[in-house]
């Protein structure tokens, strides 16, 4: 997000934030960017149709992942705007997701630093970034001992 934020400057830039929920807490795990067609100053929108598809493209890798929320750069040193505000509250109202995460990269004229929020449902309340390392690696699905059996004999079966 930094090295994004970094090469859109002196513009906004931005994407989907993407991973699970672990003891009611949000475990980002993965970081999608996705670059404006056309980079402003003060303002990102995220594209229409590009959460869905970044979302779709990183279920297949893991299925666990869902989407937790939206981020981009600002770049001065700002927490979020009024703009944000209604932004991740109109991504709660829709029903994609009850408390989304808005996490701003904002320059600090030394360098980035990330300012992570989440919505209540009536504000953004701040949140302690934790570097917390990967998901575990997903169990090896098991097979049932009747399909086994049907493919060992070359068989097949129907419900």
């Given amino acids: ?28 795990t993965h970081v999608q960017t996705v670059t ?6 003060s303002f990102y929108t995220l594209p229409e149709g590009k959460r869905e598809q970044a979302i779709r493209s ?3 890798l893991d299925p ?6 939206d ?3 600002h770049p001065a040193d700002v927490g979020p705007s009024c703009t944000d505000c209604n932004s991740i509250r109109s991504i709660s109202l829709s029903g994609d997701l009850a408390r989304p995460v808005l996490l701003i990269v904002r320059w600090t004229g030394e360098g980035h630093t990330l300012d ?12 302690r970034v934790v570097a917390a390392g990967n998901l ?6 098991r097979r ?11 068989g097949s079966f129907s419900r």
């Fill in 1 to 28: 997000m930094c090295g994004a934020a970094s090469e859109a400057y002196p513009y906004e830039t931005g994407g989907v934030l993407a991973g699970v929920y672990t003891a009611g807490r949000p475990w980002v």
């Fill in 144 to 154: 049932s001992r009747r399909l086994m059996a049907l493919r060992q004999e070359g």
């Fill in 116 to 127: 992570a929020r989440q919505w209540t449902g009536r504000r953004l309340r701040p949140l």
């Fill in 58 to 60: 990183l279920r297949r």
């Fill in 36 to 41: 404006p067609k056309r980079g402003m100053p």
């Fill in 71 to 73: 981020w981009h750069s």
């Fill in 64 to 69: 666990r992942i869902g989407y937790l929320g």
């Fill in 136 to 141: 575990p690696p997903l169990a090896p699905r």
